[in-house]
T-cell receptor
Framework: AQSVSQHNHHVILSEAASLELGCNYS??????LFWYVQYPGQHLQLLLK??????LVKGIKGFEAEFIKSKFSFNLRKPSVQWSDTAEYFC????????????FGTGTRLTIIP | DAGVIQSPRHEVTEMGQEVTLRCKPI?????LFWYRQTMMRGLELLIY????????DSGMPEDRFSAKMPNASFSTLKIQPSEPRDSAVYFC??????????????FGPGTRLLVL
């Protein structure tokens, strides 16, 4: 079965710092990968997704993620964070064959200090 | 587009009562998902439908939980009887093109349930 690991449970950064949130998945086949964001009190919104092609994916609000197949990773990055990026970030994976269920990681809470 | 609509947004009930959560997916979407989010367990998929047919309900905690999708524009998640451990935020999500792998899911605002 596929699984997703997000090792950073809570990250605290100052504004303008650079961000990288780790995401590793376990599945031997072809996968599609997602990052969702959940702002305080709100629902999950899609930040970016990878289906195929260029492994460096750019999303909304200056976020990007790089799919490294050999490392089974899909880390989220942003060069300079803002206070408004305070939220919980979820990595998710769905296999390309025979299983439509989206599997989410446990999430990383990001707190940006002004 | 109004997005995925869920009601109620908040529900407070007493243990033993029946709770019904409602979801209207985005028009044209034909896959619908029910999730539960808690601090302890994170985001869990409870059940999902494809063209109104339940495909996988292995995430449903127990027989107290049931879900229906009578048509393409409406789904319910029912808990009967409710228990305090059911307290959570319940999200509904929908997606388009059943069968296409990796389709993006769009989430509703959630129902925050508190069972006393």
């Amino acid at each position: 079965a596929q699984s997703v690991s997000q090792h950073n449970h809570h990250v605290i950064l100052s504004e303008a710092a650079s961000l990288e949130l780790g995401c590793n998945y376990s599945y031997g086949g072809t996968v599609n990968l997602f990052w969702y964001v959940q702002y305080p009190g709100q629902h999950l919104q899609l930040l970016l997704k990878y289906f195929s092609g260029d492994p460096l994916v750019k999303g909304i609000k200056g976020f990007e993620a790089e799919f490294i197949k050999s490392k089974f990773s899909f880390n989220l990055r942003k060069p300079s964070v803002q206070w408004s990026d305070t939220a919980e970030y979820f990595c998710a994976v769905v296999s390309n064959f025979g299983n439509e269920k989206l599997t989410f990681g446990t999430g990383t809470r990001l707190t940006i200090i002004p | 587009d109004a997005g995925v609509i869920q009601s109620p947004r908040h529900e407070v009930t007493e243990m033993g009562q029946e709770v019904t959560l409602r979801c209207k997916p985005i028009s044209g979407h034909n896959s619908l998902f029910w999730y539960r989010q808690t601090m302890m367990r994170g985001l869990e998929l409870l059940i999902y439908f494809n063209n109104n047919v339940p495909i996988d309900d292995s995430g449903m905690p127990e027989d107290r939980f049931s879900a229906k999708m009578p048509n393409a524009s409406f789904s319910t998640l029912k808990i009967q009887p409710s228990e305090p451990r059911d307290s959570a935020v319940y999200f509904c999500a929908s997606s388009v093109i059943a069968g296409e792998r990796g389709e993006t899911q769009y989430f509703g605002p959630g129902t925050r349930l508190l069972v006393l």
